[in-house]
C-alpha cells in the first residue's frame, strides 16, 4: 500500500508536475465537476509524450440512459469559473433523470459520489476538441467496449 499515491484526482497537487509516465482512470471521470480543468492539470503533471488511460461509462447503455449527454457550454464554464465541487444543481439533476426516488439533500449529506457528467464516444470528443485546439494533448484514440456499456480513451501530451 504504501506505492500508493492518495489525493485529490482532480487536481493531482499530490504530484509533481511532469513526474508521471501514464495516468489511468477507470469510471472516476464521471464523477469529475471541471474535466476540463482536470485533464488540462493531468497533462501538467505527465512527462513528455505520457499518456491518459480512461475507461468511461457510456451514458446510453448504463443506468445514466436518461441523462441528457454534457454540453460544451457546461464544461466551458466549469472551466472558466474553476468549480470543482459538484452544485446542487447537479445532484437535482441526477435525482431528477437517474434516480428520482432520491433527493439531493439526503445525497449531499451522505456524501454520496454522483456522476456529475454524463458521456457518449461522440459527446466525449467534443471535449477532446477542445483540449487538442488548446494544445494540452497532442493525439488521442477512442475505442468502444463490445458490449457499448463504456469506451476507453487514450490522450497523448
Same mark, same amino acid.
Request: aromatic share 14%.
Given at each position: 500500500w504504501g506505492r500508493y499515491i492518495i489525493g485529490d484526482a482532480q487536481q493531482l497537487d499530490i504530484c509533481e508536475d511532469a513526474s508521471l509516465d501514464f495516468l489511468f482512470s477507470s469510471h472516476v471521470f464521471e464523477h469529475f465537476m471541471n474535466p476540463l480543468g482536470a485533464l488540462t492539470n493531468w497533462a501538467k503533471k505527465l512527462k513528455a509524450h505520457g499518456i491518459v488511460a480512461c475507461v468511461i461509462p457510456d451514458l446510453r447503455n448504463c443506468f445514466d440512459l436518461r441523462q441528457p449527454p454534457s454540453s460544451v457550454e457546461e464544461w466551458l464554464e466549469e472551466d472558466r469559473t474553476s468549480? !470543482?465541487?459538484?452544485?446542487?444543481?447537479?445532484?437535482?439533476? !441526477?435525482?431528477?433523470?437517474?434516480?428520482?426516488?432520491?433527493?439531493?439533500?439526503?445525497?449531499?449529506?451522505?456524501?454520496?459520489?454522483?456522476h456529475v457528467h454524463y458521456y457518449t464516444p461522440?459527446?466525449?470528443?467534443?471535449?477532446?476538441?477542445?483540449?487538442?485546439?488548446?494544445?494540452?494533448?497532442?493525439?488521442?484514440?477512442?475505442?468502444?467496449?463490445?458490449?457499448?456499456?463504456?469506451?476507453g480513451l487514450v490522450l497523448w501530451k
Open positions: 468549480r !470543482w465541487t459538484p452544485t446542487r444543481a447537479k445532484y437535482e439533476k !441526477w435525482c431528477k433523470h437517474t434516480a428520482p426516488y432520491n433527493t439531493p439533500d439526503n445525497l449531499i449529506g451522505r456524501k454520496y459520489s454522483i461522440d459527446s466525449i470528443l467534443l471535449l477532446v476538441d477542445i483540449l487538442m485546439s488548446r494544445g494540452v494533448y497532442s493525439r488521442y484514440f477512442l475505442n468502444t467496449s463490445p458490449n457499448n456499456k463504456d469506451f
